[in-house]
């Protein structure tokens, strides 16, 4: 399990800086019997190609989750995915990643662009400490309307739509 800590913002407009990789992201939720959520998603990157990786996200701080990540199969993701399309708790959204380098730090910002009936677009970096100064580039900061960090109307879960189960009960 890892720590997750990012600062997101919500940016007014794409940064024309030209990305060093695009990932076509679909995302799919599901809450648990236990009343978790789970993810799986499916990423198309023109840089490395089609994976799908499965994470549980806890909570920690306004900046951190607890983060259980794991890789699937082509498989395991599909299972995932038909579950979801069974069950009355499942989401989905889509979404384009922008990616890039950070050069000052090594770290990288990701620009994601919803596709999910949402006009938004929120750039996030994650970061080595909750208390790290950050230093956004100027391609991004010219581009920031306010910073989203904490706020939950802004993960992707809530901005995820709830799906149609594809069944019809007795």
């Not at 230093?135 to 939950?152: A, C, N, Q, S």
Request: with cysteine; proline share 4%; hydrophobic share 35%.
């Amino acid at each position: 399990m890892n720590i997750e800590i990012e600062r997101k913002f919500l940016l007014k407009s794409v940064p024309s800086k030209k990305p060093v990789e695009t990932i076509r992201i679909h995302q799919w939720y599901r809450k648990t019997s236990k009343g978790i959520w789970e993810r799986a998603r499916s990423c198309y990157s023109d840089k490395d190609g089609v994976y799908f990786i499965y994470t549980v996200k806890t909570p920690v701080s306004a900046f951190s989750n607890m983060e259980d990540e794991k890789i699937l199969n082509v498989d395991e993701f599909n299972r995932f995915v038909e579950k979801c399309k069974r069950s009355s708790e499942a989401r989905f959204i889509s979404k384009d990643r922008l990616v890039y380098p950070h050069v000052s730090d090594g770290l990288k910002w990701e620009v994601d662009v919803f596709n999910s009936g949402h006009h938004l677009i929120v750039a996030e970096i994650e970061i080595p400490t909750e208390t790290y100064k950050l230093d956004v580039p100027e391609f991004l900061h010219k581009k920031i309307l306010l910073e989203v960090t904490g706020m939950r109307q802004f993960s992707n879960k809530n901005l995820s739509n709830k799906i149609k189960t594809n069944f019809k009960k007795a």
